[in-house]
């Protein structure tokens, strides 16, 4: 068992401390915003995680994990602190590494004893030397603080049994005594352990979500050949995913990828490539390639409709990704914007990020039905693969729309049955068979 501190209890902290306290360890989360704070320490929590919420208040009640907004008290009660504060991007899309700093500080400050501060933060390599650095002026005589680098791979919407049942656990240390630490913390977990030094820590984190980031771009790209040739983009991932060199998964075509992680990360690993002298070219065109996605599906709804002034199209998701409330980097955002700014009526529904998106664009008719969405709609745009999308009445859905145009940005159904029901349906990179095998 490890006393740890989580400094943030954004996304990745709250994740992270609760799934730290339920395989044992005594976790205090801390955040500077008070009124989240009493939220949590009432059992509740105040982002949309499957699974997460029952798991606060089981180990809350355990007295495995409370809540504080004193950075000071909680470094000095434990052994390990967590920077899982906020990265966010800049202007020139590097790293906003402010709050890093901060915290790096306080911690420097209140720590009084052995503490082995650990960035959970998704942060540019080398950023662990200038935490040292920082370190090494500001902490105590009577204190040693230790930098170590521990990435996060959890995805938003399954980010519980993402943390319970890892893929691989990375620990960036510069010390056997970090490492024997870090162990303990994880030895509940099993999972294979890769220790590095911490440069190549933080570089493994960057590397794997541009890769992912890749993956999405290159069968994006792919979507748009099939679609010139009349090809068939899930059977060409199929295909392709069989090899177990390449894998299925990340080959969904859509409308580019979105979400707090993937833009920002592609654009921070090209920018801190840029600083240490390398041109990531290769990078540059997946971000190139994302945004054309967004675009591409536009264009398409704009060719069905010719012009989306006094239009009414319908959206159908707005969170970046199923099973979440997230709407950082949406792409319905660009779609909506786009559509008022172009004189259009829009309608929406999503299952639970209405009320984020209603503080962005007041004057969206946020309907509570998917089918009061498509209601007279001259349109409907799917953004979001939520499962309920798929189990659509689609007869009921033709009936009462204006027009029968679906443009289906995550491919949920199949073009030659949605031609047969009579739709003008477009997805990406498919196309209604020619003859059936
Ligand atoms: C991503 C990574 O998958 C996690 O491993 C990582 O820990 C996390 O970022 C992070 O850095 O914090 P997340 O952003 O929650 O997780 O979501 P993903 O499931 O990876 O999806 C990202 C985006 O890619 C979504 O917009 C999704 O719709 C899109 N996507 C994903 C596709 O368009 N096609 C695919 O085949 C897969």
Not at 276 to 285: A, C, E, N
Request: net charge positive.
């Amino acid at each position: 068992m490890k006393r740890v501190c989580m400094v943030g209890t954004g996304y990745v902290g709250l994740v992270t401390g609760t799934c730290l306290a339920e395989v044992g360890n005594k976790v205090i989360c801390v955040d500077k915003d008070e009124s989240k704070i009493s939220t949590l320490k009432a059992g509740k929590i105040p982002i949309y995680e499957p699974g997460l919420e029952p798991l606060v208040r089981k180990n809350s009640k355990a007295g495995r994990l409370s809540f504080s907004t004193s950075v000071a008290d909680a470094v000095r009660a434990s052994e390990i602190v967590f920077i899982a504060v906020n990265t966010p991007p800049q202007k020139d899309g590097g790293a906003d590494l402010s709050f890093v700093e901060a915290c790096t500080r306080e911690v420097a400050r209140a720590a009084n004893k052995y503490t082995l501060l650990v960035e959970k933060s998704t942060v540019p390599v080398k950023t662990g030397e200038r935490i040292r650095k920082t370190l090494e002026v500001l902490s105590q005589s009577k204190s040693f603080v230790e930098v170590a680098s521990n990435p996060e791979f959890l995805r938003e919407g399954t980010a519980v049994n993402d943390f319970l049942n890892p893929d691989r656990i990375i620990i960036g240390v510069q010390s056997k005594k970090a490492e024997a630490m870090m162990r303990d913390l994880y030895k509940k977990i099993k999972a294979p352990i890769i220790v590095t030094d911490i440069n190549s820590a933080e570089l493994i984190k960057h590397a794997s979500n541009s890769f992912l980031a890749m993956k999405i771009s290159y069968i994006n790209a792919i979507a748009q050949i099939c679609e010139k040739v009349g090809a068939d983009v899930e059977k060409v991932a199929e295909g392709m995913g069989y090899d177990k060199r390449i894998g299925r998964s990340f080959l969904n075509a859509g409308i580019g990828y979105g979400g707090s992680c993937f833009p920002k990360d592609v654009s921070a690993f090209i920018k801190i490539s840029e600083e240490v002298g390398y041109d990531f070219k290769i990078l540059k065109g997946a971000a190139a390639v994302n945004e054309d996605q967004k675009s591409h599906v536009l264009k398409t709804l704009k060719e069905a409709l010719w012009t989306f002034k006094d239009k009414t199209i319908g959206i159908l998701g707005l969170s970046f990704k199923p099973e979440t409330d997230d709407l950082r980097n949406a792409p319905a955002i660009d779609f909506i914007q786009t559509l008022l700014d172009e004189q259009a009526q829009v309608k929406a529904y999503d299952p639970v990020a209405m009320e984020k998106m209603k503080q962005l664009f007041p004057t969206v008719e946020y309907c509570d039905s998917p089918y009061k969405a498509a209601q007279k709609a001259d349109a409907l745009l799917i953004a979001t693969e939520w499962k309920e999308f798929s189990q659509l009445d689609l007869k009921r859905i033709k009936k009462i729309m204006n027009t029968n145009i679906i443009i289906d940005g995550r491919n949920i159904f199949d073009p030659t049955a949605m031609k047969k029901m009579g739709f003008t349906y477009h997805c990406i990179g498919r196309s209604p068979k020619a003859f059936e095998n």
